[in-house]
């Protein structure tokens, strides 16, 4: 499966949260069917040891980017190390919540973080690769959001907010980047083992259900390219289908069909399955 991916999407990837979790899942995925990796996040130690062992492994080539992706010139850092690559594949995955409060509970640098870190964030990178996609004619964007984005609610309001805002913008890139040759989608994750969620809450290790960041990874590789979203696991695909019971592909193109005709903007009809 990877090894198609390589061949669809270009010799480079760009795992933005590769340090661990879901994203180092990712990272070893796309090392395994031979795609180079750019791999980036804030701890350089742990890069730079996944680094190592993903080459001597599997032969690839990587680069680290030890950055903050709340940063206010990360589209710049992550340009001075990338311009010269054919990065032809990008996880946004970092941007999980740590620890749970009412809105006015916490400072609102806290969630103009989460702001910066699942909005500004994944829109930069996307535009600026994306745009580098197009124009080459082939790619691929995932961006990670949570079932949590399925609805507001107490103690995660902001997180809920925030990851709302990565499906809705994958899925408006998938249907305009699709005829175009570029597979946008967001994957939706349900509770996961990662280092971080059990970090933040010991208690999260017996929660009912949890998946494995491999299956999540695996999951989402899977289905790139076939539709704008997919939800890891049978189990939160249930849910997903409760909270949003119309199919979304339909529902996508009827907004864009909509936004064509009040703005006088051709039709656009691209082919998706649903998850
Ligand atoms: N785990 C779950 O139960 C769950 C449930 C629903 C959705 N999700 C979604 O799945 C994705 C991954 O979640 P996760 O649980 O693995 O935890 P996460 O904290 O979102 O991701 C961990 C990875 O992201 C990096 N990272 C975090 N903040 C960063 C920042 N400001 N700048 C650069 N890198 C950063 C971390 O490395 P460094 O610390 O080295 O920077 C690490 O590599 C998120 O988008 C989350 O919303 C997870």
């Not at 996944?50 to 980017?65: D, K, N, Q, Y």
């Not at 995660?156 to 805002?165: D, E, I, L, Q, R």
Request: hydrophobic fraction near 45%; aromatic fraction near 6%; proline fraction near 5%.
């Amino acid at each position: 499966m990877s090894d198609s991916l390589s061949v669809r999407y270009g010799p480079w990837a760009l795992v933005a949260g590769a340090s661990d979790g879901i994203g180092e899942a990712f990272a070893r995925e796309l090392a395994a069917g031979g795609l180079n990796l750019v791999l980036l996040a804030r701890r350089t130690e742990l890069l730079q040891q996944l680094a190592a062992s993903m080459e001597s492994e599997h032969g690839i080539s990587t680069r680290c980017i030890t950055a903050d992706l709340t940063s206010p010139d990360i589209l710049a850092q992550v340009r001075e190390h990338t311009d010269d690559l054919e990065i032809g594949l990008l996880v946004y995955n970092a941007g999980a919540t740590h620890g749970a409060a009412h809105v006015l509970d916490k400072p609102l640098e806290s969630a103009l973080g989460l702001v910066a870190l699942n909005c500004v964030g994944p829109l930069s990178l996307s535009h600026h690769l994306g745009g580098r996609m197009r124009a080459r004619g082939r790619g691929g964007i995932m961006l990670l959001s949570s079932l949590a984005s399925l609805s507001g609610g107490s103690y995660t309001a902001v997180y809920n907010a925030t990851k709302s805002f990565e499906m809705i913008l994958a899925e408006g890139l998938w249907h305009e980047l699709k005829p175009q040759g570029v597979d946008a989608m967001c994957l939706m994750v349900g509770a996961t083992r990662t280092p971080s969620m059990l970090n933040s809450m010991p208690s999260f290790a017996a929660y009912p259900g949890l998946m494995a960041p491999a299956q999540v990874a695996a999951e989402g590789l899977g289905f790139l390219g076939r539709g704008p979203m997919w939800v890891a696991g049978a189990h939160n695909r249930e849910i997903a289908r409760r909270l949003l019971p119309n199919p979304r592909v339909p529902q996508i193109k009827a907004l864009s069909a909509a936004s064509a005709g009040i703005f006088g903007k051709p039709v656009l009809d691209p082919e998706g399955e649903d998850f």
